[in-house]
Structures are given as C-alpha cells and as structure tokens.
C-alpha cells in the first residue's frame, strides 16, 4: 500500500502573528496576552506569540506574519526600527485600542504614518453604538451592521499630513452629532494596516462582533481575504 503526503499549501497555514502589548490603563494580559490570543488561535486561525518586552520586537519579528500593536509603553529606537521594516517589507500591521493613542511624543512617525492620526481623548466609559459602514469589505464580513457596547470612545482624529484612511466602522452616542472611527484602514502605500479603536475590557473582547473584526482584519493584513 502506498501513502502519499500532501504538503500543506499556504493558504493552509496558520497565521503567525505577533502580540505587542504591555503598560499602563488596561489589562493587557487578561485581555490581549489571554483573551485576543485565544480568538485568534480559535479553529487554527492564527498562531500567536504574546511579549510585554517592547525590546523584543525586532526578535520575535523576524517569524511573523502580522505584527498586532496594542503597548503603550516605551518603544526603543531598534524596535521602531524593526516596526517601520517589517511594515516596508509588506508584512501586516493591526494596531489596537492602546496603540491608536498619541503614547510617543518623540516618535511622530508611527502616529502620522502608521496610525494616520491618534487620539488624545475618549469619552468616559459608558455606552455608544457601532455602525458598520462598509458592510461589504472582508474585515466587516459576518458582522453585525448595528451593536452596542460599552467602552472608551475614542476621539480619533485624522492626521491631514497621514496617508488617509478608509472607515469601516463609526461610532455614536444618543444627543451627539460627533461621529468618530472605530475601525478603519490607514492607506499606507507599502502593507496593509488595519487600527480597531475599541477593546478597553471585556465589554469588547468578548462580544462576537469584536472578535470578528479582529480575526478578519488579521486575515486581511495577511492576505488571507
């Protein structure tokens, strides 16, 4: 009897993807090291490293697929470094909540070309409602177009000097005309980079259309949808 092995093709791998997370406000390991890491890896989606040693970006980067930034603590020069390369090489970024704020002041470069903009304010915890506005991109696929939740809303605001985005998810609270992006795109011209504005606690991270959000948009970094 013979046996024949196939080899597993790329589309069949698993997505090796890079956690950064780490500092002050949230509980990064509850949260990004246990919670996200587990929706990623659900159904051999992803494989998933998870580091609070922002000094060991350049390291663990050399084997990723998709480098997820969610630290708001100190980053040294050689990280950003390697940050910046790996976004030069075409390799996948998705920035999260933390890391869409403006954590670096001597580091403008990642919030005007990575983040094309930031935010520097958020509402009070409490609850706002999501509106999917592009129901049709491969990160909204399978989510719901209207949800509720609770977490920071982010006063997100765009960088004119940035490469743009593209929104794909807005926000809004009861008596307010102020609309802010929830996820959305960022136009680099050299790799896909996806930035999901919520995820403060489990109000997020454990809601289905969070998780959705999330492990699409990994999947389209990685050129995978």
């Known amino acids: 009897m013979l046996f024949f092995v196939v080899p597993m093709?790329?589309?069949?791998?698993?997505?090796?993807?890079?956690?950064?997370?780490?500092?002050?406000?949230?509980?990064?390991?509850?949260?990004?090291?246990?919670?996200?890491?587990?929706?990623?890896?659900?159904?051999?989606?992803?494989?998933?490293v998870y580091t609070s040693n922002t000094d060991s970006i350049s390291f663990y980067l050399k084997s990723a697929d998709v480098l997820y930034l969610v630290t708001n603590q100190p980053i040294n020069a050689a990280s950003r470094k390697a940050i910046f390369d790996f976004v030069d090489a075409g390799k996948?970024?998705?920035?999260?909540?933390?890391?869409?704020?403006?954590?670096?002041?001597?580091?403008?470069?990642?919030?005007?070309?990575?983040?094309?903009?930031?935010?520097?304010?958020?509402?009070?915890?409490?609850?706002?409602d999501e509106d999917i506005v592009n129901p049709n991109h491969p990160i909204t696929k399978g989510v719901e177009q209207h949800f509720n939740l609770k977490d920071e809303r982010y006063h997100y605001v765009v960088d004119p000097l940035g490469p743009g985005i593209e929104v794909l998810a807005s926000n809004h609270v009861a008596g307010s005309d102020v609309v802010y992006p929830s996820v959305f795109i960022v136009k680099n011209p050299k790799t896909r980079i996806v930035c999901i504005a919520l995820g403060h606690d489990d109000a997020s991270h454990n809601i289905i259309p969070y998780q959705t959000l999330l492990r699409n948009a990994v999947k389209w970094v990685a050129h995978k949808s």
């Open 9 to 48: 093709t790329a589309s069949a791998k698993k997505i090796r993807v890079l956690i950064v997370g780490g500092g002050t406000s949230h509980d990064f390991d509850r949260w990004y090291k246990q919670a996200d890491a587990a929706t990623l890896e659900r159904d051999g989606l992803c494989s998933v």
């Open 92 to 128: 996948g970024l998705v920035l999260g909540h933390p890391g869409l704020w403006y954590n670096w002041k001597d580091w403008p470069e990642y919030n005007r070309q990575l983040v094309s903009g930031g935010a520097e304010a958020h509402d009070k915890y409490g609850s706002f």
